[in-house]
């Protein structure tokens, strides 16, 4: 994030007014358009207030931008003189096309994280710095010869990798398929996409847990796909609400998260999980199976997934290396049926022409290696070091305050609040305490949930940051 350079012979006033001319030039904020407020750009660029107004008073004398009084202040219509000059409609641009943005939430805490690195980060699902293989990486990519050829690979993959995730799927999911029943993803979320881009339509209707990591993605509602919801207890989805659904909706799909379910941590139970299959098998109903947690299985016996009991063939299984070693690879996988994976193939061709060779080449070795059972032991142990933690600091800041289960896999602890108080303002509360979460309603959950991510944080932060959020939530009650 820019900032003003205290050390330059050029006063900051002065630097803020070319900076935010650039910016201007360059489109990103068109003409009419309003510029942020006076108090929010001194909080951004870390300056007092006066230093905007003298930086604002530099561009309205050039005529760049204009203030009327109660309607903040605007780019100028005429910025470069007298003579108009017309520039897109930006603004309409990007109110239109057919992909929605994040929501509002998930931009609020993109925003914060950005401009205060500070922030103990409960938020973003991923592993932290100290639980990614990045020694055992590092010494792979040191000793092995990589290719020479940067073409264009092949469009379902990396051959080595799509032959070194056949073992490694028979061995760790008990999954028995074939090189080329596999398509390499860049992670879960482009798997999800080509679904619902490539095999559903506009208006068709599927079926997603409720609450789910699905409704925090605006792709379903950019495919134009009806989304219903199936209620997850303490034993995953009832099966029989997926037959009502059908007989009601006529569903095309079911996307589930069965192992230590995103955001709940739920394990579907053994007898959920044969009469999920008996009733795709019944109604020759797809069903996603989104599988990224399985291996952090705390004790190191990961729930098998739909897919290795699947003997008709209905289960489309989508994994990922984001949850179990590093998600700046971006190296994912879907397990599906020939005919699925060619037509997914070609059309991810059609955006990319392929993903990166160099990631596929570092994720195939290291599956290959000595080294990755050793680093999903210790991934393990340190996930459960940081969960006992989070539980400890919860219990002493908040008490009977806030109900939860304890996970026994994944990254996250699903809350429910026991004081009602608005998400919106317990979030702002919470980032100026120094800490930052997601609210339950961006999983399509009844208000009053939070989800902590507990993977992310470092551990001498976690302690630090449930005070903070306490300070907040009781700052409202």
């Known amino acids: 994030m820019w900032r003003p350079d205290r050390q330059s012979k050029q006063t900051l006033y002065e630097q803020i007014a070319d900076h935010l001319e650039q910016r201007i030039s360059y489109g990103e904020f068109p003409p009419g358009s309003l510029l942020p407020s006076e108090r929010k750009l001194a909080e951004q660029f870390g300056v007092n207030r006066s230093t905007i107004i003298m930086a604002f008073g530099e561009l309205r004398a050039m005529g760049i931008i204009e203030s009327r009084s109660g309607s903040g202040t605007r780019v100028s219509r005429t910025k470069w003189g007298a003579t108009p000059k017309h520039t897109p409609n930006w603004n309409r641009y990007v109110e239109g096309g057919s992909f929605l943005p994040n929501l509002p939430f998930m931009r609020k805490i993109r925003e914060a994280l950005n401009q205060q690195p500070s922030l103990i980060d409960f938020a973003s699902g991923e592993l932290s710095a100290d639980l990614a293989p990045i020694e055992e990486i590092t010494a792979l990519m040191n000793g092995h010869q990589y290719t020479s050829y940067l073409g264009y690979d092949h469009p379902q993959g990396y051959v080595p990798l799509r032959q070194a995730l056949v073992p490694y799927l028979s061995k760790y999911r008990s999954i028995e398929t074939g090189e080329s029943s596999i398509l390499i993803t860049s992670g879960s979320q482009q798997s999800l996409y080509l679904i619902t881009q490539c095999l559903l339509s506009p208006g068709d209707a599927v ?34 609400e997926i037959r009502l659904l059908h007989k009601k909706h006529r569903i095309k799909m079911v996307f589930l998260n069965p192992n230590f379910q995103n955001p709940t941590g739920t394990v579907t139970s053994a007898e959920r999980r044969k009469q999920l299959l008996d009733v795709a098998s019944e109604l020759g109903l797809p069903i996603v ?65 392929g993903l990166s060779v160099i990631p596929q080449q570092v994720a195939a070795q290291f599956l290959k290696s000595p080294q990755f059972e050793p680093h999903l032991n210790r991934l393990r ?62 999983y399509g959950s009844d208000a009053g949930y939070v989800r902590f991510t507990f993977a992310r944080a470092k551990a001498d932060e976690i302690r630090r940051g449930i005070a903070g959020f306490a300070k907040a939530l009781r700052g409202l009650m």
């Open 207 to 240: 079926a997603i847990e409720d609450p789910s990591y699905c409704y925090s993605l605006p792709m379903f509602q950019s495919a134009g796909l009806r989304l219903f919801r199936l209620p997850v207890d303490r034993c995953g989805v009832n099966p029989e």
């Open 289 to 353: 199976e989104d599988d990224p947690f399985s291996l952090t299985a705390y004790n190191g016996e990961a729930p098998l997934p739909l897919k290795a009991a699947d003997v008709n063939g209905s289960v489309l299984h989508i994994g990922s290396f984001s949850k179990i070693a590093a998600s700046g690879l971006r190296v994912g996988w879907m397990v599906a049926p020939h005919a699925i994976v060619e037509r997914l193939a070609d059309a991810r061709q059609q955006m990319d022409f």
């Open 381 to 442: 142990m340190q996930l459960i070091f940081k969960r006992d933690l989070l539980i400890e600091a919860l219990q002493k800041e908040l008490g009977d305050l806030v109900l939860y289960t304890v996970p026994e896999g994944g990254l996250h602890l699903w809350c429910k609040l026991v004081p009602d108080v608005p998400e919106a303002k317990l979030l702002d509360e919470a980032i100026r305490n120094g800490v930052v979460f997601v609210p339950g309603s961006v």
